[in-house]
């Protein structure tokens, strides 16, 4: 069975940083395309980042490129999502999800998500 959870959202200042991980469980993480989105009150969901299966290419949302950072950890089955600069409007759920035709294709599993709040 697939199971992907996030962890590591909170509250943090403006300015601040947070390294959310995606640990997975019946899939293992370098086969996968795996992106990471994230859904604001009354927004919809949004892709912000993706890693490519095997070779690892990455690919950025143009509001994120430059302040976040997305990785893999095969040893661990994890993927990241460094979150750097953050701002109030990166406030939102941030879930990741495997992407079974490709970073440019839909999600097919997605985590239950964490909460991410910026302060100003």
């Known amino acids: 069975q697939v199971q992907l959870v996030e962890s590591g959202g909170g509250l943090v200042q403006s300015g601040g940083s947070l390294r959310l991980s995606c640990t997975a469980a019946?899939?293992?993480?370098?086969?996968?395309?795996i992106g990471w989105y994230r859904q604001a009150p009354g927004q919809e969901r949004q892709g912000l980042a993706c890693i490519s299966r095997i070779e690892g290419r990455t690919y950025y949302v143009d509001s994120v490129k430059g302040r976040f950072d997305i990785s893999r950890d095969n040893a661990k089955n994890t993927v990241y999502l460094q979150m750097n600069n953050l701002k109030p409007e990166d406030t939102a759920i941030y879930y990741c999800?495997?992407?079974?035709?490709?970073?440019?294709?839909?999600?097919?599993?997605w985590g239950r998500g964490t909460q991410v709040t910026v302060s100003a």
């Open positions: 019946g899939v293992t993480v370098d086969d996968e395309h």
């Open positions: 999800a495997i992407k079974s035709r490709g970073c440019a294709g839909r999600a097919s599993h």
